[in-house]
């Protein structure tokens, strides 16, 4: 009789959700890698604290600065947005969280690219020739 009975509905999705997070995990991978120029390696899990539904919206933000190893070599990095691109800094209503929030910028293989950077690949599908 289990030839023609379809599985379950909680079956499908926990098997959908199984696969979006294997899929995403492939994709961060990746990412990392093509970043950093090493293999990407689990490290650790860490527990993500639920997102608030409610933030304060602070200003936007200018630039980010980060440290990280690329090529096996320690890097500190400082993007600054260009003013079209600029996210919008919100913390939580506890004040515990930071977010940066919308925005137009990629994270790729070279680090922040704004989407109205020439170099861009957003920006030159955007182009427009008169």
Avoid: C
């Amino acid at each position: 009789m289990s030839g023609g009975v379809p599985p379950s509905s909680r079956a499908r999705q926990r098997r959908s959700r199984i696969a979006t997070t294997a899929a995403q995990v492939r994709r961060a991978a990746n990412l990392y890698e093509k970043f950093t120029g090493h293999d990407a390696e689990e490290m650790g899990r860490v527990k993500v604290p639920a997102i608030p539904r409610v933030g304060v919206a602070i200003g936007t933000l200018d630039f980010i600065g980060y440290t990280t190893v690329r090529d096996g070599v320690q890097e500190k990095y400082i993007h600054k947005f260009k003013p079209a691109d600029k996210p919008l800094f919100v913390v939580s209503p506890d004040g515990k969280q930071l977010f940066m929030v919308g925005g137009g910028y990629d994270f790729t293989e070279r680090g922040i690219v704004d989407h109205t950077d020439p170099t861009s690949a957003r920006s030159k599908r955007k182009a427009r020739w008169w």
